[in-house]
T-cell receptor, first 115, second 113 residues
């Protein structure tokens, strides 16, 4: 069973296009996250949602818009793609975001290449 | 601002050796510290989570320690195997400000048969 899944796994697109990445978790978790891993392998949080509500927005350009239709899904829509958006995007989930007990479980990542 | 540093950036050892990976963080106000493994082209797998009140956690051949006051954690891997080759990331869960994990850049480990 796949705990956290993302689609697509690879995404190649041209500058200026709009694209979406989907994420689903079947762990029954309340909190979901989007992370970006750049070419230097630095992993940084972008957004987190708890029960469909935005909790964290880490100064991400407003071209990035997360959407959580229910607590099992957190999709990432990116408008007007730029070269600098090329990275691997990871979705993750955890039981909650307040306690120190909660491990995060990560999806396999989506490698986005903007040409 | 919390900064997480991992040393060394890369490590290559022969199979069977015991090894230690290091992680340091600048702000001791953390809820927990988590060690992850990342295989090329794949996501992260959680290995161990140490709560701020704990000193260490063990899972199989892995042992992670936490010294919060000095801002350090180590991941000890016993009897290394080629299958242990991966990038190992540590991350701390912040107490102050936004509830989030802050990651180090990782140590790329290669175990040579």
């Amino acid at each position: 069973d796949t705990a956290v899944s993302q689609t697509p796994k690879y995404l190649v697109t041209q500058m200026g296009n709009d694209k979406s990445i989907k994420c689903e978790q079947n762990l029954g978790h309340d909190t979901m996250y989007w992370y970006k891993q750049d070419s230097k392998k630095f992993l940084k949080i972008m957004f987190s949602y708890n029960n469909k509500e935005l909790i964290i927005n880490e100064t991400v350009p407003n071209r990035f818009s997360p959407k959580s239709p229910d607590k099992a899904h957190l999709n990432l829509h990116i408008n007007s793609l730029e070269l600098g958006d090329s990275a691997v995007y990871f979705c993750a989930s955890s039981q909650g975001h307040h306690s120190d007990l909660y491990e995060q479980y990560f999806g396999p990542g989506t490698r986005l290449t903007v040409t | 601002k919390q900064e997480v540093t991992q040393i060394p950036a890369a490590l290559s050892v022969p199979e069977g050796e015991n090894l230690v990976l290091n992680c340091s963080f600048t702000d001791s106000a953390i809820y927990n510290l988590q060690w992850f493994r990342q295989d090329p082209g794949k996501g992260l797998t959680s290995l161990l989570l140490i709560q701020s009140s704990q000193r260490e956690q063990t899972s199989g051949r892995l042992n992670a320690s936490l010294d919060k006051s000095s801002g350090r954690s180590t991941l000890y891997i016993a009897a290394s195997q080629p299958g242990d080759s991966a990038t190992y990331l540590c991350a701390v869960w912040l107490v102050q400000g936004a509830q989030k994990l802050v990651f180090g850049q990782g140590t790329r480990l290669t175990i040579n048969p």
